[in-house]
């Protein structure tokens, strides 16, 4: 079963895009590295999960039950060598219905980046590559049980190639020049499928400028989706100095011009940008970076800082400005895909530190150009067994072809406790207010509670139980849309 399942998910994968074609390539490149730590791991699992609302039917309608046994064969590299690094997971799930079987279902997952050193300190290659199951229709129903990773889902692959090359010129200049090919697909009419070929080309200062440091990036890049729309476009350059005051602040400032062709904006920005700011470091536990300035004809805001309240916890707070699609969203957080370093084998994503999930949960998948606004404010840490991530957030996105600006804001907390040296509990809330900015006024309100309880029978033998609760409550629709779902899951995860 297992070894059948994975090779059903390599022919997939090749069936429908490249990706496989680029981790072969980036298996390769991991070869060529010198002797290094290497470990090949593989697993079993198998999850008997209850539903009580398998479709995640709305109040008023009829509510099905059903049991749905999941078996997930599974393998995984982590690697470094002396000229590279790997480190990805690959599954297969397999899904069961046990009073429905039309409901039988397979979903693919992969999460995997590496590079390797081509030639010593000068050229190198980065890969990334995923395979996720992203929501499709923000105003429709969601859910993360088991039950609910095939209800307003859709398969995306996306991956990211980058062959680059580094120059230092003394101690006058660096320079990195780099190819990005970008892709993703979806098994979804709501979005096109993209392939993006950008080229980087950045020079900055060297070590012999201190007090005066500059930079500059050029950028050209063009998107072609499969339904033969015009190709979208962008030609970027931007300058930027630091002039360095005192150890503790320095004065940033940045000017540029950036042109975009995009037949998805009513008014396709062409012009210069510009903007001024600060960073600090007022002391050794806290960093600020603050810019203010105009691009693509709005005024934007950079923000990000953090603050250790301990060696252990820190605070962190971050807004930005961004105009993009969907896809480039995708393939950008695929690009935050790196390993734990805690030493959990756990691929995490390094702007929050939390488990890569590479989700636009908040907003679901679109073809249309967008501006988009993030604020996130974060607290994490470790304290003795316990383990803990909290905090808020706010995103804003405004299509540009039906002016219609979506929000949503919300808060989460996950607590995990080590109960023992062969056993854990974790707790996770989230509460998430959405606005659509329809002209009906609709709201929605939905609240995920989910507890775990682990047990690690033996060395290689693990045993969970779990348990989900999505509550949805939609204010001013048309329809009834409220829903509630009850989700219990025990599951057997064998290593080999």
Known sequence: MKGGALINLTSTVHGKFSVGIIFAATLIFALTARAGDWKLTAGLGVT?????????????????SDLITRVTPRISLRGTGGRGFLNFNLSRSESFHRLDSTRDSSN???????????????????????????????????????????????????????????????AWAETESRTTISGVKTASSASDDTTTISNHLTISSGRRFTSFQWGLVSLNS???????????????????????????????????????????????????????????????????????????????????????????????????????????????????????????????????????????????IQNDTFRQQVFRLQMSG?????????????????????????????????????????????????????????????????????AGYNYRIKDDLTAALAYNLTVRKVNNAADPADLKENSVSLSLSKSF
């Open 108 to 170: 693919n997952n992969l999460l995997g980046s590496g590079q390797v050193e081509i030639w010593n300190r000068i050229a190198f290659i980065d890969a990334q590559a995923s395979i996720t199951q992203q929501v499709v229709d923000s105003s429709a129903a969601t859910s993360n049980s088991v039950a609910g990773q095939n209800v307003n889902r859709t398969e995306t692959i996306a991956y990211n190639i980058s062959p680059f090359f580094r120059h230092h010129f003394g």
């Open 382 to 450: 470790r304290h003795r067994r316990n383990t803990y991530v909290g905090g808020f957030f706010w995103e804003s996105r405004k299509t540009d072809s039906t002016n219609i600006t979506e929000t949503v804001l919300g808060s989460n907390l996950s607590l995990s406790r080590r109960l023992s040296t062969r056993s854990s509990g974790s707790l996770g809330l989230t509460y998430r207010n959405t606005d659509f900015g329809t002209v009906d006024l609709r709201t929605e309100d939905e609240l995920l509670i989910n």
């Open 48 to 64: 008997e999960s209850f539903s009580d609302n398998i479709d995640l039917a709305s109040d008023g309608q009829d509510a099905n």
């Open 222 to 364: 063009k998107t072609k989706s499969s339904d033969d729309s015009p190709s979208t476009k962008t030609t970027r350059i931007d300058g930027n100095v630091t002039y360095v005051l005192h150890r503790k602040l320095s004065l940033l400032s940045g000017v540029g011009y950036e042109r975009i062709e995009d037949p998805s904006l009513t008014t396709e920005p062409k012009g210069m940008n510009w903007n001024v700011g600060f960073s600090a470091r007022p002391s050794s536990k806290t960093d600020l970076r603050f810019t203010i300035g105009d691009r693509n004809d709005t005024t934007t805001i950079d923000f990000q800082g953090s603050h250790r309240l301990s060696p252990r916890t820190t605070i962190t707070a971050n807004f930005s400005e961004t105009l993009q699609t969907t896809e480039q969203q995708i393939t950008n957080d695929l690009s935050f895909l790196t390993l734990d370093p805690s030493g959990s084998g756990t691929l995490i994503d390094s702007r929050t530190g939390s488990v890569f999930t590479g989700s636009t949960d908040a907003f679901g």
